[in-house]
Structure formats: C-alpha cells, structure tokens
C-alpha cells in the first residue's frame, strides 16, 4: 500500500515516518486564513520543484493532505467549522534536502509573505483505518461510519489527528467525482 492508495472499504494499514512542507491554522475550509495556507505551501512548492529539478531530483506535484481536530469535547461534526484546527501538508520526496525548503521559502517570500509560516515537518501515523471516499465532502460521514465500524470490530480507537488526502483538483473536479483518502490512526482500545 502506497501512500496515496486506499480501497473502497475501510481497511487497517501502516505508515512509517513522511517527511513534507506544512502549515497550521485555524478555521474553516473556505475562510481566509486556510485559503491563505494553501497558497503559502504551493508558493514554497513551486520553487522547491526547481530547486530539486536543478540538483537532478524531480518530483511531480503532491496533492494537498490536511490533518484536522477540534479542541471541544463535543463531536467534530457538531463544532462550528470556523473553530477547526488543521495542518496542511504537502508530502516531499526523502531526497529534499533542509536547505533547499529554507531557500524556497525565501524564494516565495517576497510574492507570498505568509510562505515565511511554511515548515519542514515530519510525522509518523503508525496503525491506521483509511478509506477512499467518493463525492463531496458533506458526505464523508458515510465513509467515517465505515472506518468506525471496522475500529470496533477490531477493537481499536482513534489515536491522532483524522487525516484527508484530496486526490482530486477541487478547481476542477464536480464534487460528485471527488475522491479523498480518509485516514484514521488507531490504537487498541484497552
């Protein structure tokens, strides 16, 4: 199982460490301030790619990842969108070196002051329960019921951050034909 891979049923699988440019917010997905991420990581990536390109390392694009969580002891679901918390995240190949991010995001800095707020970041999920999703994003709770029965059956439970992969261009992709990778770490549960 690759990264960017997930069946249509919810399944167990596990990540080792990935490395990649990120940045954390707060808000909604249509506010400003994530608007203001998104631009700021593909500000970095741009120059990165031509950075790398020029050392002989060429990588495609990676989809944007976000990795989301409340801070309220109600469900997710039942929070107010503008008090979402998130890190979005563009996965590098383990070539890239430190210093080519630092001048790439020098490089952006001078068009996109907010690319200054773009980091090198590493993280590890472990264990966790995925599913590709179909469709807009109003109706992955549908798939999270998957994911959740597949967690009780094999008697785990959520342990980090619900990650989203957005495999589709959501300038261009009709919501009914989106399709994201819904991912779950886990744990068991005693």
């Known amino acids: 199982m690759t990264w960017y891979e997930a ?23 249509e506010g400003a301030e994530y608007g203001t991420a998104v631009q700021a990581l593909f500000s970095v990536a741009g120059p990165l790619l031509g950075i790398a390109a020029g050392a002989g390392r060429s990588f495609p694009m990676p989809p944007l990842e976000g990795r989301w969580w409340v801070e309220d002891d109600r469900p997710p679901s039942e929070v107010p969108r503008a008090e979402w918390h998130w890190h979005l995240f563009l996965r590098l190949p383990d070539e890239i070196e430190p ?20 980091q090198l970041v590493t993280f590890t999920e472990g264990q966790c329960v995925q599913i590709m999703h179909h469709g807009p ?37 009709a919501p009914g034909d989106l399709r994201t990778i819904l991912r779950q770490p886990v744990r068991p549960a005693a």
Do not use: N
Not at 99 to 118: L, T
Not at 160 to 167: D, K, R, T, V
């Open 7 to 29: 069946a249509d049923k919810a399944e167990l699988t596990e990540f080792g460490p990935v490395r990649g440019l990120a940045v954390t917010g707060h808000g909604e997905p």
């Open 99 to 118: 210093h080519w991010v630092e001048q790439a995001v020098q490089a952006a800095s001078g068009d996109c002051p907010a690319a200054r707020r773009v």
């Open 137 to 173: 994003f109003e109706d992955e709770p549908r798939s999270l019921a998957l994911m959740y029965e597949l967690m009780e059956r094999e008697g785990l439970v959520p342990s980090g951050l619900h990650h989203e992969i957005y495999l589709s261009d959501l300038r261009t992709t």
